[in-house]
RNA sequence: GGGGGUGUAGCUCAGGUGGUUAGAGCGCCGGUCUCAUAAACUGGAAGGCGUGGGUUCGAGCCCCACCGCCCCCA
């Protein structure tokens, strides 16, 4: 069976977990549960960020240690990704003893094998005390940081170490040239390249005044033990959490894909290749770097007040819909918007009146005239439509033109819409007045369960929960979660014993109310 | 300041290599039907294709400039 090692970007402990979090976790999750559908042996990983000054002063400002702070953030991540039906198989966090050791390991590793990779040199900048950390031009006005106008900001001069990145550009730039799958979609990849024409600088691999971070392995030529920079920290996570360096990690990595935000592409597709190059390690196979979603057309701000309640969202109308709807208006291949009309819109005219009500009307028809028992009859010609549907369904989903979760669904919902008009010009209510038109009936009837079936297959990787409970109303024999697409082009529905029970996806009561 | 994107009907978006009256879904307006969650099906209205130039017999698609928005770097 084909492995498939798929991470997301791990999050930044300094806050509770937003929309921006949801859509990475919610998409990657997708592919995680369709890739097992088909069949690979799929290891998902998600984790969290834990290190830094921001977290031990956000920590600080709380009057919390940095360790109890952390500790609270990831649980309430936990929490929220178990909500969202988030189907990890692993959560990794930066502060445990084993990614701290694995990240000392890798860094030993490439001094090692790169003896000339790592050197000492000094670094000069305006510091703020306010922040504990190195202002940059964007960040100082009139001569401040923007964050503490009262204090004054200091040059400072200090010694890290440095990590050649600068050495690997000709590396980088035959690698992403001749593997075009490797950053994904084809507009981060340009602009990677465009990036790599301008040059690649040295990055600073150590810090001092660092003090909530893993000890950088090798002491200063002062003696000195700084804090690992972010990179070399937060980076060999995907590594780490193989095992690394203990155990058969080498059964694990390279990653199949890391699932990323647009924001972080330099990272992961300069830095962290680099750093494994230097290694001598296997780069993961390919990055894919989603867009944002913005609130109403305007982009998350706190001050401004442009935020949304991810709890209040997802009890809006429940996990599984709220899945549904953000990949629906929101490709995964670029930015999408979000707002509080536009989910209820989606969530009535797709699920409720389309998905809900197709199966409703489908069930009651088998239960009204068939007893609830699916009839024996061949398919009728109108399914045939369907079959370049699902063609187009897994093209969109098996990451083979990059990972178009949006056009996934697209496809399912003209399956719907077909078994909808279907059932118009069939006219079974018709032909049940009719003892001659039995067996056109039954072809109807059992037309409408397959058609059900299959949509029902294609969507619980969106949808896990509401399509068991749909798998169950149509009186399938085996569990949904066991079944891979393979099955789908046989699919015997006859004798399936159906159900009507309350509606799938009830009709908005009263307008959400944007609190 | 540099780089990468993006701007097409009220909303969200499609529109290989430029070529007759620019498409879809949602929403809206009208019609049909009754199995169904007052759902479904069907017909229709609706677009200066960001702005201004240019290339071309012909540009939403090519070139230049400018404006707005997103991301990165400085």
């Known amino acids: 069976m084909s492995r498939f090692y798929l991470t997301t970007a791990i999050d930044y402990a300094n806050g509770d977990p937003h929309l921006g ?10 592919i995680a549960r369709y890739q097992r559908a088909a069949g690979l042996d799929v290891h998902f990983m998600i984790g969290m960020d834990e290190h830094g000054q921001k977290v031990a002063q956000t920590a600080a400002a709380q009057g919390s240690e940095p360790q109890a702070f952390t500790d609270r953030i990831a649980e309430r991540f936990l929490a929220t990704w178990e909500k969202l039906g988030i189907s990890h198989d692993q959560f990794i966090r930066t502060t445990t003893p084993h990614h701290k050791a694995g990240v000392q390991a890798l860094i030993r590793r490439i001094a090692e094998r790169q003896p000339d990779d790592f050197y000492e040199q000094s670094y000069r900048g305006l510091y703020c005390v306010g922040c504990e950390a190195f202002k940059q031009p964007a960040d100082i006005v009139d001569g401040r940081c923007v964050l503490h106008p009262t204090r004054t900001l ?28 490797f950053v994904q979609p084809i507009s981060r990849r340009n602009e990677i390249l465009g990036l790599l024409d301008q040059g690649l600088e040295d990055i600073s691999a150590s810090r001092s005044r660092l003090s909530w971070a893993v000890p950088f392995p090798m002491p200063l030529s002062t003696g000195e033990v700084q804090g690992t920079y972010v990179w070399f920290d937060a980076l060999p996570n995907y590594l780490t959490g193989t095992g690394f360096p203990d155990g058969d990690w080498e059964s694990r990595w390279p990653a199949q894909l890391h699932i990323i935000g647009k924001d972080i592409t330099r990272f992961h597709v300069v830095i962290w290749p680099a750093m494994l190059h230097a290694a001598g390690l296997p780069l993961p196979e390919q990055v894919w770097a989603h867009g944002f979603v913005q609130l109403g057309g305007e982009r998350f701000s706190k001050s401004a007040g442009v935020k949304l309640d991810l709890h209040e969202a997802i009890d809006r109308f429940g996990a599984d819909a709220f899945r549904y709807v953000l990949l629906r208006e929101v490709p995964f291949d670029g930015d999408g918007n979000f707002s509080w009309e536009r989910f209820e819109e989606r969530y009535t005219s797709d699920l409720a009146n389309a998905l809900g009500n197709l199966a409703s009307r489908a069930v009651a028809m088998v239960e009204k005239y068939r007893g609830g028992v699916v009839p024996v009859a061949a398919a009728p010609d109108d399914e045939a439509g369907d079959h370049d549907d699902v063609r187009a369904y897994h093209a969109a989903m098996n990451g083979s033109r990059g990972w178009l979760l949006h056009d996934g669904i697209s496809a399912v919902a003209r399956q719907v819409a077909r078994a909808n008009e279907f059932t118009q010009q069939s006219a079974p ?5 009719d003892a001659t038109q039995a067996d056109a009936l039954d072809v109807v009837l059992a037309s409408l369960i397959r058609r059900l079936a299959r949509c029902t297959m294609q969507l619980a990787p969106f949808m896990p929960n509401k399509c068991a409970q749909l798998w169950r109303t149509l009186g399938a024999p085996s569990s949904l979660a066991a079944l891979q697409f393979d099955a789908l082009s046989s699919l015997d529905v006859a004798g399936w014993r159906v159900t009507k029970g309350d509606p ?8 959400a109310e944007p609190s």
């Open 21 to 30: 979090h949801a859509l990475e976790k919610i998409g990657a999750d997708v």
């Open 504 to 511: 799938l996806f009830p009709r908005p009561v009263a307008p």
């Open 429 to 433: 209510w018709q032909l049940a007045k």
């Open 154 to 181: 200091e040059e400072v001069e200090e010694r890290n170490w440095f990590f050649r990145l600068s050495k690997y550009a000709p590396f980088l730039r035959a690698h992403i040239e001749g593997n075009p799958q």
